[in-house]
């Protein structure tokens, strides 16, 4: 009763927190409701920094409309795909690298020297190489969450208890044993402290090469938005992001209660 008490507190105080958030946001930026305090003109603060029921205004708009949905389904699709591509490239590489330390210790420098890149100078590349379609939106997302669940499997799989391992082969566990019940549960804890940051990330990428170059999806609308000084549509568009992703790193919650209930809960360990 108490861990639902707390939690429906700390709710409360989040939506205050928010709501709060947009009050200020339109008492500083509505034009009567207070005197000028940075801007000479009370209006160019509502130009500069938009107005938070335009913004809403603008958000109701596009799905009454059903405007919005095409472009929405693109972006989406786009941040799934490559956040499906990513985490599983990821995992993949990461398990296999972590046992197989002459591999690790070949490629190591080349994977240092990717990952150092900055991923955003590769959408233009990516356009050429892909298109201005989905394809290089995808491929952007997936540079982008690879290599956070890559060192996060890496890590996990090479922290593995040393006399977990030997007590298992002790008792006749083959490789693939130990890969199905040690070395993978090990990493999944990781794996899942990554994925919310890849949410994100993901969002990100999809985001970044419709702004570069796209002829759908909500980077589209908020470059396009930009493009007629439309403040207000810009912001829409980043409430309308906010909003899915945190949707999505909703759900990767979801899946991890759902996948880790075998691990114990904190407080758990210390009560045993």
Same mark, same amino acid.
């Given at each position: 009763?108490?861990?639902?008490?707390?939690?429906?507190?700390?709710?409360?105080?989040?939506?205050?927190?928010?709501?709060?958030?947009?009050?200020?946001?339109?008492?500083?930026t509505h034009?009567?409701?207070?005197?000028?305090?940075y801007f000479? !003109? =009370? !209006?160019?603060?509502?130009?500069?920094?938009?107005? =938070?029921?335009?913004?809403?205004?603008?958000?109701? $708009?596009?799905?009454?409309?059903?405007s $919005?949905?095409e472009?929405?389904?693109?972006?989406?699709?786009?941040t799934?795909?490559?956040?499906?591509? %990513?985490?599983?490239?990821?995992?993949?590489?990461?398990?296999?690298?972590?046992?197989?330390?002459?591999? *690790?210790?070949?490629?190591?420098?080349?994977?240092?020297?990717? !990952?150092?890149?900055? +991923?955003? #100078?590769? *959408?233009?590349?990516?356009?050429?190489?892909f298109?201005?379609?989905?394809?290089?939106?995808? *491929?952007?997302?997936?540079?982008?969450?690879?290599?956070?669940?890559?060192?996060?499997?890496?890590?996990?799989?090479?922290?593995?208890?040393?006399?977990?391992?030997?007590?298992?082969?002790?008792?006749?566990?083959?490789?693939?044993?130990?890969? +199905?019940?040690?070395?993978?549960?090990? *990493?999944?804890?990781?794996?899942?402290?990554?994925?919310? !940051?890849?949410? %994100?990330?993901a969002?990100?990428?999809a985001?970044?090469?419709?702004?570069?170059?796209?002829?759908?999806?909500?980077?589209?609308? #908020?470059?396009?938005?930009? %493009?007629?000084?439309d403040?207000?549509?810009?912001?829409? %568009?980043i409430?309308?992001?906010?909003?899915?992703?945190?949707?999505?790193?909703?759900?990767?919650?979801?899946?991890? +209660?759902?996948?880790?209930?075998?691990?114990?809960?904190?407080?758990?360990?210390? +009560? $045993?």
């Open positions: 009763m108490n861990s639902r008490r707390t939690s429906r507190h700390l709710r409360l105080w989040q939506v205050l927190i928010v709501a709060g958030l947009f009050t200020i946001w339109h008492v500083t034009p009567t409701l207070l005197p000028p305090l000479d !003109n =009370p !209006n160019k603060a509502a130009f500069f920094f938009g107005q =938070p029921l335009e913004v809403l205004s603008r958000v109701w $708009i596009w799905f009454s409309s059903g $919005i949905y472009h929405l389904w693109v972006t989406l699709l786009e799934v795909l490559a956040f499906a591509i %990513g985490t599983v490239s990821g995992l993949v590489v990461g398990l296999w690298l972590a046992l197989s330390p002459t591999a *690790a210790a070949l490629f190591d420098p080349y994977i240092k020297a990717v !990952n150092s890149m900055p +991923r955003v #100078i590769l *959408a233009p590349i990516f356009g050429v190489w298109g201005l379609g989905m394809a290089s939106k995808v *491929a952007l997302g997936v540079t982008l969450v690879f290599f956070i669940v890559f060192f996060n499997v890496y890590q996990g799989v090479r922290e593995v208890s040393h006399t977990v391992l030997a007590n298992a082969r002790v008792l006749g566990a083959s490789e693939r044993q130990l890969l +199905r019940h040690v070395y993978v549960p090990s *990493a999944m804890s990781w794996v899942f402290a990554s994925l919310h !940051n890849s949410v %994100g990330l969002f990100v990428g985001v970044v090469g419709e702004y570069l170059g796209s002829s759908r999806g909500v980077g589209y609308l #908020i470059l396009q938005a930009e %493009g007629t000084f403040i207000n549509s810009v912001f829409a %568009g409430l309308v992001l906010t909003a899915f992703a945190l949707v999505l790193d909703g759900i990767v919650t979801l899946a991890e +209660r759902r996948l880790m209930l075998w691990q114990p809960r904190s407080g758990e360990t210390e +009560r $045993i």
